[in-house]
């Protein structure tokens, strides 16, 4: 099974900062990395596919990067409604494994 | 408006079954992978199982493998998780999620497209 690696686990950011979320695969995956956010008794919900694209509706904000083993989320301005827990996934192959999470808090 | 509704968790004891179902609207669902991903109380997503759009592929996590199966019924809308020899660390409220079209199926794997559409969950409690 492929591995999902992200960092930090939590991070402490405040209104208007930049922040950047890593995952990391275990093996080439391409571009076939997701992330979603989840706030707190919430479903998941899709922000990036395929490594960069933006998912619809998603505030244009949230950025994607990366190929191969490693990618980033990146949260150009951090706004209240973005506290939340942020996972990676891939979808390469089954099982579409998730990173396990990075929380985000307000510092 | 696309709409997943999960259904058929509850307390079961360890050793029992459970069959969860999702009932599906506001698109085709015949033209559309389905998934099943779970979340422990307070740990991370963790992906179940995916069946393809026809029925034809289904893929589990290896760790449940045999004791769990998905299936769907188009003609219903729904989709469906039997869950046997339930053991306390199924523990979880579990999530349908319909794929994003573009993923590709075939016995070896599902592979390509995010989960673009999640049900609200429905919490299933394995304990004695």
């Known amino acids: 099974d492929i591995q999902m690696t992200q960092s930090p686990s939590s991070l402490s950011a405040s209104v208007g900062d930049r922040v950047t979320i890593t995952c990391r695969a275990s093996q080439n995956i391409n571009s076939y990395l997701?992330?979603?956010?989840?706030?707190?008794?919430?479903?998941?919900?899709?922000?990036?596919y395929a490594a960069?694209?933006?998912?619809?509706?998603?505030?244009?904000?949230?950025?994607?990067?990366?190929?191969?083993?490693?990618?980033?989320?990146?949260i150009s301005s951090l706004q209240p409604e973005d506290f939340a827990t942020y996972y990676c996934q891939q979808s390469y192959s089954t099982p579409h494994t998730f990173g396990q999470g990075t929380k985000l808090e307000i510092k | 408006e696309v709409h997943l509704v999960e259904s058929?968790?509850?307390?079961?004891?360890?050793?029992?079954?459970?069959?969860?179902?999702?009932?599906?609207?506001?698109?085709?669902f015949s033209s559309y992978n389905m998934h099943w991903v779970r979340q422990a109380p307070g740990k991370g997503l963790e992906w179940v199982s995916v069946i393809s759009s026809s029925g034809s592929y289904m893929h589990y996590a290896d760790s449940l493998k045999g004791r769990f199966t998905i299936s769907r019924d188009n003609a219903k809308n729904s989709l469906y998780l039997q869950m046997n020899s339930l053991r306390a660390e199924d523990t979880a409220v579990y999530y349908?999620?319909?794929?994003?079209?573009?993923?590709?199926?075939s016995t070896a794997s599902c592979y390509g497209a995010p989960s673009d559409y999640w049900g609200q969950g429905t919490l299933v409690t394995v304990s004695s």
Do not use: H
């Not at chain 1, 997701?34 to 990036?48: F, H, R, T, V």
């Not at chain 2, 079961?12 to 085709?28: D, I």
């Open chain 1, 52 to 74: 960069s694209n933006l998912q619809s509706g998603v505030p244009s904000r949230f950025s994607g990067s990366g190929s191969g083993t490693d990618f980033t989320l990146t």
């Open chain 2, 8 to 28: 058929g968790g509850g307390l079961v004891k360890p050793g029992g079954s459970l069959r969860l179902s999702c009932a599906a609207s506001g698109f085709t």
């Open chain 1, 34 to 48: 997701n992330w979603y956010q989840q706030k707190p008794g919430k479903a998941p919900n899709l922000l990036i």
């Open chain 2, 96 to 105: 349908c999620a319909r794929e994003m079209r573009g993923g590709f199926c």
